[in-house]
């Protein structure tokens, strides 16, 4: 139980950094993955042996995964910061619709009733949080939120689909060293868009660098927690509590510190989420 409340805190915790934490996110991102590295690999250092186990395919899904990595959590950050810590939460653990309808549509896994009544629930969550945009012809505001919040619920939906697809070829290694490569890619391609941006001198203030040590840790401790508590407790069990646990604590926060709107549209969104979350997992 220990390593789901680990869990849970850790994952809202990093909302919080990303949404009080006033630097440039691509920077605090980026940074970010290089504290991350450096600590995974002082406590496992990687062999350089094990890479050559890895198929070139699994390798390149790695690639793939390091792009989508820095593209979410700078995503992740936005929404933070524009459409609050709360509902930011509810979006990236209800991606869990996604890998499931992936799992039952490709991978033949059985799709069970009451996994379909979660799903069509899911997509009415995500209806129900946006409808708040629609007051007053915002139009614009609708397309801007409904942007970043699908964006961030499909791709963290497309990095579980991956992780679930790729995982068991990537067993031959350490299992800190998986998000260590994948993070190690993300970092390179955070510094390479900095580059192009002409941005470079963002990355040098000692004032984003402390942020992202900040950052960073609580990310590695994040990862660590996750990996723990799926090895001491059923998949199931957990993601159920680690998910439901991130959506209430975070919607709480939300409310409490950042006065965010909870309007009745937003909580019937709420409802309809954790009904989603324990409907399909």
């Not at 930011?88 to 379909?116: D, H, W, Y």
């Not at 992780?163 to 391609?189: C, E, N, R």
């Not at 203030?205 to 942020?211: A, C, F, P, Q, Y």
């Amino acid at each position: 139980m220990i390593f789901v409340i680990g869990s849970i805190l850790t994952n809202v915790l990093l909302l919080l950094w990303l949404r009080i934490l006033r630097v440039p996110t691509p920077a605090l991102v980026t940074l970010n993955y290089f504290v991350c590295v450096s600590l995974a690999a002082i406590l496992d250092t990687p062999r350089v042996a094990e890479l050559w186990r890895v198929e070139p395919v699994s390798l390149m899904v790695m690639g793939i995964l390091g792009g989508l990595f820095i593209s979410i959590f700078i995503l992740t950050g936005e929404s933070a910061r524009t459409v609050g810590v709360g509902l930011t939460g509810m979006l990236t653990k209800l991606s869990v619709i996604l890998p499931i309808s992936f799992a039952a549509l490709f991978l033949n896994e059985p799709l069970s009733p009451r996994q379909s009544v979660g799903l069509a629930a899911g997509l009415g969550a995500i209806l129900a949080i946006h409808a708040p945009y629609l007051r007053g012809g915002k139009g614009r505001s609708l397309i801007q939120a409904l942007r970043i919040g699908l964006l961030l619920w499909l791709g963290n939906g497309v990095i579980d689909i991956l992780f679930k697809a790729f995982h068991p070829k990537w067993k031959v290694l350490s299992p800190l060293h998986i998000p260590l490569i994948i993070m190690s890619v993300a970092g390179i391609l955070g510094v390479f868009w900095h580059g192009y941006q002409r941005r470079l001198s963002e990355l040098f203030h000692s004032k984003t660098w402390l942020s992202a040590i900040l950052l960073g840790g609580t990310n590695l401790l994040s990862i660590y927690f996750y990996l723990r508590g799926l090895e001491t407790l059923p998949a199931v069990q957990f993601f159920l509590w680690n998910n439901l646990g991130i959506v209430l604590l975070s919607g709480m926060i939300g409310i409490v510190f950042f006065r965010e709107k909870l309007s009745w549209e937003v909580s019937v969104g709420y409802v309809l989420g954790i009904g989603a979350i324990i409907l399909t997992v």
